[in-house]
Nanobody, 122 residues
Framework: QVQLVESGGGLVQPGGSLRLSCAASGSIFSIHDMGWYRQAPGKQRELVAA???????NYADSVQGRFTISRDNAKNTVFLQMNSLKPEDTAVYYC????????????????WGQGTQVTVSS
């Protein structure tokens, strides 16, 4: 089993910044793609940003240029630096990871964190 633990959420004023972290632990052989999703009340969960093991990243159009995703492979950790935050960024943010737990495993197991609340309000 693998656990993903997020941290760094909170309340911030519009225009402010937050940095989210998500650390994976447990039975890990290697982690391929890692990402951040968010879910606002009454809305579907949506992809915010994702990063491959090699560092290639992609972003939702709504956060392009404001958010930066990065990862530390040695520490099995993914980060989301969020700048110029807007009220519409308010949501619960979830990290996920595609994890190979054993050598020879053909397809990764997909894990989610428990979520961290981000509220952007004056």
């Amino acid at each position: 089993q693998v656990q993903l633990v997020e941290s760094g959420g909170g309340l911030v004023q519009p225009g402010g910044s937050l940095r989210l972290s998500c650390a994976a632990s447990g039975s890990i052989f290697s982690i391929h793609d890692m990402g951040w999703y968010r879910q606002a009340p009454g809305k579907q969960r949506e992809l915010v940003a994702a990063v491959s093991r090699a560092g290639g990243a992609n972003y939702a159009d709504s956060v392009q240029g404001r958010f930066t995703i990065s990862r530390d492979n040695a520490k099995n950790t993914v980060f989301l630096q969020m700048n110029s935050l807007k009220p519409e960024d308010t949501a619960v943010y979830y990290c996920n990871a595609d994890v190979f737990e054993n050598w020879g495993q053909r397809t990764p197991n997909h894990y989610w964190g428990q979520g961290t609340q981000v509220t952007v309000s004056s």
